[in-house]
Protein backbone atom coordinates (compact mmCIF):
# COMPACT_ATOMS: atom_id res chain seq x y z
CA UNK A 1 0.00 0.00 0.00
CA UNK A 2 1.90 3.92 -1.16
CA UNK A 3 2.01 6.14 1.51
CA UNK A 4 -0.52 8.20 -0.69
CA UNK A 5 -3.42 5.50 0.27
CA UNK A 6 -2.26 4.86 3.38
CA UNK A 7 -2.86 8.62 4.07
CA UNK A 8 -6.28 8.21 2.52
CA UNK A 9 -7.49 5.85 4.52
CA UNK A 10 -6.67 6.98 7.59
CA UNK A 11 -6.63 10.62 7.18
CA UNK A 12 -9.18 11.09 4.68
CA UNK A 13 -12.34 8.91 5.32
CA UNK A 14 -14.79 10.13 8.07
CA UNK A 15 -14.22 9.22 11.74
CA UNK A 16 -16.19 6.36 11.81
CA UNK A 17 -14.35 4.49 9.11
CA UNK A 18 -11.39 5.04 10.40
CA UNK A 19 -12.05 4.37 13.94
CA UNK A 20 -13.03 0.80 12.49
CA UNK A 21 -10.10 0.45 10.52
CA UNK A 22 -7.90 0.76 13.13
CA UNK A 23 -9.84 -0.97 15.40
CA UNK A 24 -10.87 -4.05 12.96
CA UNK A 25 -6.79 -3.73 12.36
CA UNK A 26 -5.62 -4.15 15.57
CA UNK A 27 -8.61 -6.88 16.82
CA UNK A 28 -7.24 -9.25 13.61
CA UNK A 29 -3.29 -9.32 14.46
CA UNK A 30 -4.34 -10.01 18.59
CA UNK A 31 -6.77 -12.67 17.07
CA UNK A 32 -4.08 -14.25 14.94
CA UNK A 33 -1.74 -14.16 17.25
CA UNK A 34 -3.45 -15.68 20.23
CA UNK A 35 -4.67 -18.49 17.98
CA UNK A 36 -1.39 -19.40 16.66
CA UNK A 37 -0.20 -18.97 19.83
CA UNK A 38 -2.70 -21.57 21.35
CA UNK A 39 -2.65 -23.66 18.73
CA UNK A 40 1.14 -24.30 18.91
CA UNK A 41 0.71 -24.55 22.97
CA UNK A 42 -2.09 -27.25 22.50
CA UNK A 43 0.28 -29.08 19.75
CA UNK A 44 3.15 -29.24 22.46
CA UNK A 45 0.83 -30.54 25.11
CA UNK A 46 -0.32 -33.53 23.14
CA UNK A 47 3.57 -33.75 21.83
CA UNK A 48 4.67 -34.05 25.70
CA UNK A 49 1.35 -36.56 26.41
CA UNK A 50 2.88 -39.04 23.49
CA UNK A 51 6.25 -38.48 24.95
CA UNK A 52 4.93 -39.11 28.23
CA UNK A 53 3.09 -42.58 27.17
CA UNK A 54 6.04 -43.79 25.81
CA UNK A 55 8.44 -43.45 28.85
CA UNK A 56 5.66 -44.76 30.59
CA UNK A 57 5.87 -47.86 28.47
CA UNK A 58 9.60 -48.33 28.78
CA UNK A 59 9.24 -50.28 32.02
CA UNK A 60 6.63 -52.70 31.12
CA UNK A 61 8.22 -53.45 27.56
CA UNK A 62 11.53 -54.39 29.40
CA UNK A 63 9.53 -56.45 31.90
CA UNK A 64 8.08 -58.66 29.63
CA UNK A 65 11.06 -59.10 27.43
CA UNK A 66 12.94 -60.59 30.26
CA UNK A 67 9.92 -62.41 31.25
CA UNK A 68 9.58 -64.31 27.72
CA UNK A 69 13.54 -64.87 27.93
CA UNK A 70 13.21 -66.50 31.16
CA UNK A 71 10.93 -69.10 29.80
CA UNK A 72 12.25 -71.50 27.67
CA UNK A 73 8.25 -73.21 27.45
CA UNK A 74 6.84 -71.73 24.39
CA UNK A 75 3.11 -72.45 26.36
CA UNK A 76 4.33 -69.98 28.74
CA UNK A 77 5.54 -67.17 26.03
CA UNK A 78 2.16 -67.65 24.19
CA UNK A 79 0.53 -66.82 27.72
CA UNK A 80 2.75 -63.77 28.40
CA UNK A 81 2.24 -62.77 24.86
CA UNK A 82 -1.42 -62.91 25.97
CA UNK A 83 -1.16 -61.55 29.35
CA UNK A 84 0.54 -58.54 27.84
CA UNK A 85 -1.92 -57.91 25.26
CA UNK A 86 -4.99 -57.81 27.68
CA UNK A 87 -3.29 -55.27 29.97
CA UNK A 88 -2.24 -52.73 27.15
CA UNK A 89 -3.86 -49.55 28.12
CA UNK A 90 -6.84 -49.50 25.30
CA UNK A 91 -5.55 -45.55 23.65
CA UNK A 92 -2.64 -47.31 22.97
CA UNK A 93 -3.47 -50.72 22.21
CA UNK A 94 -2.00 -50.53 18.87
CA UNK A 95 1.45 -49.81 19.99
CA UNK A 96 4.50 -52.22 18.63
CA UNK A 97 7.63 -52.55 19.96
CA UNK A 98 11.59 -53.70 19.84
CA UNK A 99 14.50 -53.70 21.63
CA UNK A 100 18.14 -53.02 20.06
CA UNK A 101 21.23 -53.72 21.68
CA UNK A 102 23.83 -51.06 21.84
CA UNK A 103 25.97 -53.41 19.42
CA UNK A 104 24.02 -54.47 16.33
CA UNK A 105 27.03 -56.13 15.28
CA UNK A 106 27.00 -59.00 17.62
CA UNK A 107 23.52 -59.03 18.17
CA UNK A 108 20.56 -61.15 16.58
CA UNK A 109 18.46 -59.90 13.20
CA UNK A 110 15.41 -59.07 16.02
CA UNK A 111 17.95 -57.37 18.56
CA UNK A 112 19.21 -54.76 15.68
CA UNK A 113 17.66 -51.93 14.48
CA UNK A 114 15.22 -52.87 10.71
CA UNK A 115 15.37 -49.77 8.99
CA UNK A 116 18.43 -46.22 8.51
CA UNK A 117 16.29 -44.52 10.96
CA UNK A 118 16.83 -47.20 13.90
CA UNK A 119 20.52 -46.88 13.19
CA UNK A 120 20.62 -43.65 12.78
CA UNK A 121 18.87 -43.13 16.40
CA UNK A 122 21.17 -45.54 17.86
CA UNK A 123 24.42 -43.39 16.74
CA UNK A 124 22.85 -40.24 18.31
CA UNK A 125 21.82 -42.06 21.67
CA UNK A 126 25.73 -43.58 21.68
CA UNK A 127 26.53 -39.57 21.22
CA UNK A 128 24.66 -38.80 24.30
CA UNK A 129 21.35 -38.17 23.53
CA UNK A 130 18.35 -39.98 25.96
CA UNK A 131 16.07 -40.37 23.68
CA UNK A 132 14.51 -39.51 20.30
CA UNK A 133 10.77 -38.65 19.62
CA UNK A 134 8.99 -37.94 16.20
CA UNK A 135 6.48 -38.68 13.73
CA UNK A 136 6.54 -40.50 11.07
CA UNK A 137 4.17 -39.10 8.01
CA UNK A 138 4.63 -42.13 5.67
CA UNK A 139 3.42 -44.55 8.54
CA UNK A 140 1.20 -42.48 10.23
CA UNK A 141 2.75 -43.21 13.28
CA UNK A 142 4.58 -41.48 16.31
CA UNK A 143 8.40 -42.98 16.77
CA UNK A 144 9.93 -43.27 19.88
CA UNK A 145 13.71 -44.43 20.75
CA UNK A 146 14.68 -44.08 24.30
CA UNK A 147 18.07 -45.30 26.24
CA UNK A 148 18.20 -48.22 28.26
CA UNK A 149 21.21 -47.90 30.48
CA UNK A 150 22.74 -50.85 33.10
CA UNK A 151 21.63 -50.42 37.07
CA UNK A 152 22.88 -52.68 39.30
CA UNK A 153 20.35 -55.96 38.69
CA UNK A 154 21.40 -55.74 34.76
CA UNK A 155 25.26 -55.41 34.94
CA UNK A 156 26.47 -58.74 36.59
CA UNK A 157 23.75 -61.01 33.77
CA UNK A 158 24.95 -58.93 30.73
CA UNK A 159 28.29 -59.25 31.43
CA UNK A 160 28.25 -62.37 31.02
CA UNK A 161 26.13 -62.61 28.23
CA UNK A 162 26.74 -59.23 26.42
CA UNK A 163 29.22 -57.16 27.31
CA UNK A 164 32.09 -57.55 29.76
CA UNK A 165 33.28 -54.14 30.19
CA UNK A 166 29.77 -52.99 31.02
CA UNK A 167 29.81 -50.28 33.57
CA UNK A 168 26.90 -49.66 36.14
CA UNK A 169 24.94 -46.39 33.65
CA UNK A 170 26.31 -48.10 30.65
CA UNK A 171 24.51 -48.11 27.52
CA UNK A 172 22.79 -51.34 26.95
CA UNK A 173 20.62 -51.28 23.99
CA UNK A 174 17.42 -48.72 22.63
CA UNK A 175 13.94 -48.92 22.83
CA UNK A 176 11.50 -48.52 20.23
CA UNK A 177 7.83 -47.90 20.61
CA UNK A 178 5.36 -47.34 17.88
CA UNK A 179 2.06 -45.80 18.45
CA UNK A 180 -0.90 -44.92 15.65
CA UNK A 181 -1.05 -40.91 15.55
CA UNK A 182 -4.82 -41.31 13.98
CA UNK A 183 -6.34 -40.14 17.48
CA UNK A 184 -3.38 -37.63 18.19
CA UNK A 185 -4.26 -35.99 14.92
CA UNK A 186 -7.83 -36.07 15.18
CA UNK A 187 -7.58 -34.26 18.46
CA UNK A 188 -5.41 -31.38 17.04
CA UNK A 189 -7.83 -31.19 14.19
CA UNK A 190 -10.79 -30.31 16.45
CA UNK A 191 -8.83 -28.38 18.77
CA UNK A 192 -7.79 -26.17 16.31
CA UNK A 193 -11.23 -26.36 14.57
CA UNK A 194 -13.24 -24.96 17.71
CA UNK A 195 -9.69 -22.04 18.52
CA UNK A 196 -10.92 -20.87 14.45
CA UNK A 197 -14.42 -20.91 15.54
CA UNK A 198 -13.98 -19.52 18.46
CA UNK A 199 -11.61 -16.68 17.37
CA UNK A 200 -14.40 -15.85 13.90
CA UNK A 201 -17.20 -15.98 16.56
CA UNK A 202 -14.97 -13.57 18.74
CA UNK A 203 -14.07 -11.38 16.11
CA UNK A 204 -17.67 -11.00 14.65
CA UNK A 205 -18.91 -9.96 17.84
CA UNK A 206 -15.66 -7.82 18.77
CA UNK A 207 -16.83 -5.66 15.68
CA UNK A 208 -20.41 -5.31 16.44
CA UNK A 209 -19.80 -4.06 19.89
CA UNK A 210 -16.68 -1.82 18.54
CA UNK A 211 -19.58 -0.31 15.45
CA UNK A 212 -21.90 0.52 18.39
CA UNK A 213 -19.16 2.15 20.52
CA UNK A 214 -17.95 4.40 17.75
CA UNK A 215 -21.15 5.31 16.32
CA UNK A 216 -23.08 6.07 19.49
CA UNK A 217 -20.21 6.92 22.06
CA UNK A 218 -17.31 8.28 20.19
CA UNK A 219 -18.93 9.65 16.31
CA UNK A 220 -22.35 10.81 17.56
CA UNK A 221 -20.90 13.32 20.59
CA UNK A 222 -18.00 14.88 18.07
CA UNK A 223 -20.67 15.40 15.11
CA UNK A 224 -22.74 17.20 17.70
CA UNK A 225 -20.06 19.15 18.72
CA UNK A 226 -18.88 20.02 15.47
CA UNK A 227 -22.05 21.13 14.34
CA UNK A 228 -22.38 23.28 17.52
CA UNK A 229 -19.07 24.58 16.42
CA UNK A 230 -20.55 25.59 12.76
CA UNK A 231 -23.40 27.55 14.33
CA UNK A 232 -21.35 29.69 16.55
CA UNK A 233 -18.28 30.11 14.00
CA UNK A 234 -21.51 31.73 11.89
CA UNK A 235 -23.06 33.47 14.56
CA UNK A 236 -25.64 31.31 15.81
CA UNK A 237 -25.65 31.85 19.66
CA UNK A 238 -29.26 30.45 20.01
CA UNK A 239 -28.60 26.95 20.70
Given at each position: MSYRAFKKLLGETNLERKCRYLFGGGLLVLITASFSLN????????????????????????LEKHWKWSESNDQYRMLIEKIAQSVKPKDLGDYSWAVFKANPSNADSKERPIDSAGYEALERI???ENEIFY????????????????????????????????ELGGLIGIVNIRFPSQKVEQAQNWN???????????AVLAM???????????VKPV?????????????????
Amino acid sequence: MSYRAFKKLLGETNLERKCRYLFGGGLLVLITASFSLNTWLNNQVLNDQNITSARLLVAPIILEKHWKWSESNDQYRMLIEKIAQSVKPKDLGDYSWAVFKANPSNADSKERPIDSAGYEALERIKQGENEIFYRDEAESKFQYYGAIHATESCVSCHRLRDDPDLELGGLIGIVNIRFPSQKVEQAQNWNNAINLASALVTAVLAMLAAYAIVRYVIVKPVLHLKDVSDQIAHGNLDL
